[in-house]
């Protein structure tokens, strides 16, 4: 499955959603992930990111390997989304910030 990693926190641009054919996304307040049981592997969401927060799991950063459990868990508790919306407010301020999983709203 792809992992969506640390980059994507608050800035939420979700062009990744609109691409990917089986709906696997899955949003919380400040961060999306993905569904591994859902996603077939189709790569199309990774070039859509424009801060390059989705990785294969096997590609995954040794920084970002706890992204691989959290997609897992936080799939089954937040819901699909389904459409490109806004990005956060502040998304463009964060989108160079590296470090930023503190702040991950759950
Ligand atoms: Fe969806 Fe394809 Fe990305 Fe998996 S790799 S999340 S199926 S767009
Ligand atoms: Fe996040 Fe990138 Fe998608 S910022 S919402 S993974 S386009």
């Known amino acids: 499955a792809y992992v969506v990693t ?3 926190i608050k800035c939420k641009y979700t062009d990744c959603v609109d691409v990917c054919p089986v709906d696997c996304f899955r ?10 049981d859902e996603c ?14 989705i990785y294969a ?5 040794e920084t970002q ?6 997609n897992a ?5 937040w819901q699909p989304i389904i ?3 806004e990005p956060l407010p502040e ?13 991950l709203q759950r």
Request: proline share 7%.
């Open 6 to 8: 640390e980059n994507c």
């Open 27 to 36: 949003e919380g307040p400040n961060f999306l992930v993905i569904d591994p």
């Open 40 to 53: 077939i592997d189709c790569t199309l969401c990774v070039a859509e990111c424009p801060v390059e927060a």
């Open 57 to 61: 799991e096997d590609d995954v950063p």
């Open 65 to 70: 390997l706890d992204f691989i459990a959290l």
């Open 73 to 77: 868990e936080l799939s089954k508790e």
């Open 83 to 85: 459409e490109k919306k």
């Open 91 to 103: 998304a463009d301020d964060w989108a160079s910030i590296n470090e930023k999983r503190d702040h």
